[in-house]
């Protein structure tokens, strides 16, 4: 056999030892270029365009239903803006609505035709901030916005009073002819309900907290001028932080 000379020898070989050929690496290179080039030719997909899903399809083909107890005192209201209600829900979510009779509350039901999987939730708190007590074109604003939440609590959860003290602090909350109410609901950007003892609160999140502290203060004993200086202050500073 033939040796090679020493000339060829350090041609074949590199510093490091490796034996790979001049030709190797030159197509190692080429190849590395080649691909550098078509990752930069490749265009990033569009995004695709799906079709909406039926009902039958998001629900897996069995029907949901929500029932919303009507209190004997709201028959009468539901009565009236009957068609203010049925409409939306009807028209606007594709759901299936009716009042029961016999139980007396207001059933919702999915069908074929429901296209957003939200859509029952949405109604049952429309119908439910309705037999709270708020009004129908404010209650309609929990199918219009996401982010719209209703909030309860007690007044005796706060502190526990009885009597003409209890008497009293529902008075604070209210004010003369529903000032001191308004003005909160006004400052807040809330809605709120006073039944009985109960506080009902209708807003986004961030409200609903500053119109519930606002409430508490009234409820613990502050005087409505106090709460009316915290309140303008908080809501500023929430503005100018937005």
């Not at 190849?31 to 897996?60: I, M």
């Not at 029907?63 to 009468?76: C, D, G, K, S, W």
């Not at 037999?131 to 929990?142: I, K, N, P, R, S």
């Not at 007044?155 to 004010?175: E, F, N, Q």
Request: net charge positive; hydrophobic share 40%; with cysteine.
């Amino acid at each position: 056999m033939e040796s090679d000379t020493p000339a060829e020898a350090s041609a074949a070989m590199d510093c490091d030892g490796n034996t790979d050929t001049f030709e190797t690496v030159t197509s190692k290179r080429s190849h590395k270029r080649t691909r550098g080039a078509a990752e930069e030719d490749t265009v990033p997909a569009k995004r695709p365009q799906l079709p909406a899903l039926s009902g039958d399809l998001l629900t897996g083909g069995s029907v949901e239903m929500r029932r919303v107890p009507v209190p004997a005192h709201r028959y009468t209201p539901l009565k009236e803006n009957w068609m203010k209600i049925f409409t939306p829900i009807v028209e606007h979510l594709q759901l299936q609505v009716r009042f029961n009779l016999k139980t007396r509350n207001v059933e919702i039901k999915t069908c074929r035709e429901t296209s957003d999987i939200a859509a029952l939730t949405r109604a049952a708190d429309f119908v439910k901030a309705f037999v709270l007590g708020f009004q129908v074109e404010d209650a309609l604003a929990l199918i219009r916005l996401d982010e719209l939440f209703l909030e309860t609590f007690d007044v005796t959860d706060v502190k526990p009073l009885k009597g003409d003290h209890l008497s009293r602090a529902i008075g604070r909350i209210a004010g003369k002819g529903g000032k001191t109410k308004f003005t909160i609901e006004n400052v807040t950007k809330t809605r709120i309900v006073l039944a009985d003892t109960k506080v009902h609160i209708l807003g986004s999140f961030q409200n609903i907290k500053m119109a519930r502290t606002a409430i508490c203060n009234l409820i613990l004993g502050s005087p409505p001028s106090k709460v009316y200086g915290n309140i303008r202050a908080v809501a500023s500073r929430a503005a100018e932080r937005f």
